[in-house]
């Protein structure tokens, strides 16, 4: 599917296990890996709304220290394709990362600091328009309150000893 529709010739493909929502799958070429999902068409009623919006945000957001998100169109220009009553999308992935699974004072630092860049870039974008995708999804201040919440807890991680660990604060 992907070498017909949208022209990638990949070397591997493996599934990404750990996503909640959508059925997504890493995808290595020999010039750049991307990320193909199948979108959650229960949990996102308007795929098409929300593709739309989403590539558009991509457009617009500036992102001086992280890396920027592009959906790749297939051959035929579409930024979505339905075969069989699925719908899939094709993001370029973001190499190299990690996913951060241990709670520690550096990794809640790492991650404090990207929400607060890409929730201070969405704040320079008008949403009037748009539909949410799910309730509460566009609501800026709500994320900006949640960022100043993982601030604040961030300071609880600096006080761990190196005999205590996650479970003892609750994080396993």
């Avoid at 010039?31 to 098409?48: M, S």
């Avoid at 001086?64 to 051959?75: A, E, G, M, Q, S």
């Avoid at 539909?131 to 761990?160: H, N, W």
Wanted: proline share 3%; net charge neutral.
């Amino acid at each position: 599917m992907v070498n017909i529709e949208w022209g990638l010739t990949s070397t591997h493909i493996l599934p990404i296990d750990n996503g909640m929502i959508n059925r997504t799958w890493l995808i290595r070429t020999t010039t750049a890996d991307f990320i193909l999902q199948n979108v959650n068409t229960i949990v996102f009623k308007d795929v098409v709304i929300l593709q739309e919006q989403l590539v558009s945000v991509a457009r617009q957001i500036a992102l001086p220290k992280l890396v920027p998100l592009y959906f790749l169109p297939t051959l035929k220009g579409a930024e979505l394709l339905r075969v069989e009553g699925q719908t899939f999308r094709l993001a370029r992935a973001i190499t190299p990362s990690k996913t951060l699974t241990e709670a520690t004072v550096i990794n809640v630092g790492l991650a404090t600091q990207a929400l607060l860049e890409f929730h201070e870039a969405l704040s320079h974008i008008t949403f009037a328009e748009w539909q949410q995708p799910i309730t509460g999804f566009l609501d800026v201040q709500k994320r900006l309150e949640a960022y100043q919440f993982a601030k604040a807890c961030q300071s609880c991680f600096q006080y761990r000893t190196s005999n205590q660990s996650d479970a003892d604060y609750g994080l396993t």
